[in-house]
């Protein structure tokens, strides 16, 4: 039997909607904090035993129906020549971004090879969890890694791209292809290790205006979506009233920040399959409200082709009593086809 979480990102009818959430393997679980006294981010993510242990902490808290891999977006960073690590209370820092329009055409190294750690982490993940919970693989998107490539570090308005786009149209576009290349490699190599759903997180993608994001943006996420075997989830955050943009990357789900009201999307989108959204700040609510609003977007969305799930990731003081009552909203649906 299939994972409910594959099933419902096919579209099918499923007896109650399989619930995972964004970031559900970092920093609110007081066991993280413990392992980060002892390891780095990267150490923790390039040691396999070290990231299934922590992949697996919100696995023993909650059973949530899909674990993600504790992993990061910025890995693949370095097959392309870069260098990165996450500074505490900055955020992550690449050391060497690109230096100017001639530095944006960039080949990749076998990402077998130099995320091999990943590959590694998918197989022990699967060993563990594999026939009860679905394991769920992740890249970034071009625009969103391309904005860290060129800022060097997180840009609250992505300006160190944006001005590229600006002043070189083709350095630009070569500066995501490059990025695009890489990622449908290692979706592949994630996929042959193992993930049973992947998403494609181009978080930031959405501050660009729609004609852009359609001659830029979209066309990359169709190749990286194409044909890759395994069915996939694309996250923009703001594309509210564009959703259609993001129904036409080819991806089989289309996930929602909490922006958008789910009634709306479901009327935008037909019945394309969603992932979300509930507001991540509602979970510093009690747990009826908890309860209540999550059970408002279930009831939404409907019966068929639905991932609850966060409208974005879970914030790092989140109490754990408040991500047990949303995944436990999802588990006690009962419903007759
Ligand atoms: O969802 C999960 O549990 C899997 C883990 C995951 C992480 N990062 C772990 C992490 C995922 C899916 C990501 C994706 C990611 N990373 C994105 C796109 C997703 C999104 O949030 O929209 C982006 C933009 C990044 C880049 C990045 N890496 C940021 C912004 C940060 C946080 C910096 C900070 O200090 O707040 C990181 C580091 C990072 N990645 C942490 C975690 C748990 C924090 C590390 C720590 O300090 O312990």
Known sequence: MDHLLVRAARGEWTERPPVWLMRQAGRHIPEYRDIREEYSFLEAIKTPAVAEEITLLPWEYYRPDGVVMFSDILTVLE????????????????????????????????VARELDYVGE???????????????????????????????????????????????????????????????????????????????????????????????????????????????????????????????????????????????????QLGDRPVQGNLDPSYLFGDPTFVRERTREIIDAAGSRGHILNLGHGVNRDTPVESVRAFVETAKSVEREQ
């Open 79 to 110: 097959p392309l020549g870069f260098s990165y690590h996450i500074e505490s209370g900055v955020g992550p820092v690449v050391e060497n971004p690109i230096g100017g329009p001639g530095d944006c055409d960039r080949s990749h190294d076998d």
């Open 121 to 267: 982490l998918l197989v022990r993940l699967n060993e563990r969890v594999g026939s009860e919970t679905a394991v769920i693989g992740f890249a970034g998107g071009p625009f969103t890694l391309a904005s860290y490539a060129a800022a060097g570090g997180p840009s609250r308005t992505n300006m160190p791209l944006r001005k590229l786009r600006a002043r070189d149209p083709e350095a630009f576009r070569t500066l995501l292809s490059s990025f695009a290349d890489v990622v449908r490699d290692y979706l592949a190599f994630q996929i042959e290790k193992g993930a049973d759903v992947v998403q494609l997180f181009d978080t930031y993608a959405g501050v660009l205006p729609p004609e852009e994001y359609r001659e830029f943006v979209l066309p990359l996420h169709r190749e990286i979506l194409a044909d890759l075997g395994a069915p996939s989830i694309v996250f923009v955050r703001r594309m509210g009233g564009r959703l259609d943009l993001l129904a036409d990357s080819g991806a089989d789900v289309v996930g929602l920040d909490w922006t958008v009201g789910m009634g709306e999307a479901r009327e």
